[in-house]
């Protein structure tokens, strides 16, 4: 009840805030607005809108050959632009696959910023990522539940955009019972036209 209260109260407050701020009010109003408004990140985001075909390459243990899977991945624009969503369905391992992922550029801090979860677990993958200089490939470092072990594991990424209708992801990790880090998923991704 008290946090309603101050909810209401809080709410109440907006529009005198609003009618007549301080300079330190307004200050920080800017500094709202600055974090809120989208940038050339969010537009190169969101050019990534519509449906893909998506080609699938994995491997669990490199000793083992790879694995393909065809899917398909439809991409929406969120938040007036601020934002994408991703929704992708293929095979891994002979078993259906679904996975959405939320993927944005946080003003704050300055990184692209993604989430992931699919039916394969029941953990969010979280990622942070920063762009070369041509912005057209984010380097993505995400941490993610380890059903092997129980603990948390860290996985780097690489996306590339290399045109408006062509993109790939590359993710490395370092597989069960290896020591070092390995290529074990790369998806290449075509616009449906």
């Keep these: 009840m008290k946090k309603l209260l101050v909810l209401a109260f809080g709410l109440l407050a907006i529009p005198a805030f609003a009618a007549d701020p301080t300079p330190e009010q307004k200050a920080m109003m800017d500094k709202m607005t600055k974090a809120a408004t989208p940038g050339a990140q969010h537009a190169m985001l969101s050019k990534m809108a519509g449906e893909w075909t998506a080609t699938v390459k994995f491997q669990m243990d490199p000793s083992q050959p790879w694995q393909e899977s065809a899917g398909t991945s439809v991409v929406t624009s969120l938040m007036d632009g ?112």
Excluded: C
């Design 82 to 193: 601020r934002y994408i969503q991703e929704s992708n369905t293929s095979t891994m391992m002979g078993m259906p696959f679904s996975g959405m992922g939320i993927t944005g550029f946080d003003n704050v801090l300055g990184k692209y910023v993604s989430t992931w979860i699919d039916n394969m677990g029941t953990g969010i993958m979280t990622s942070t990522g920063t762009a070369d200089a041509s912005g057209k490939v984010i380097n993505w470092n995400g941490t993610m539940s380890d059903p092997v072990t129980g603990k948390a594991s860290k996985a780097r990424m690489i996306s590339t955009v290399i045109d408006d209708n062509h993109h790939t992801f590359e993710m490395y990790s370092v597989p069960p019972g290896a020591k070092k880090e390995a290529k074990t998923m790369t998806i290449d991704y075509v616009r449906k036209q």
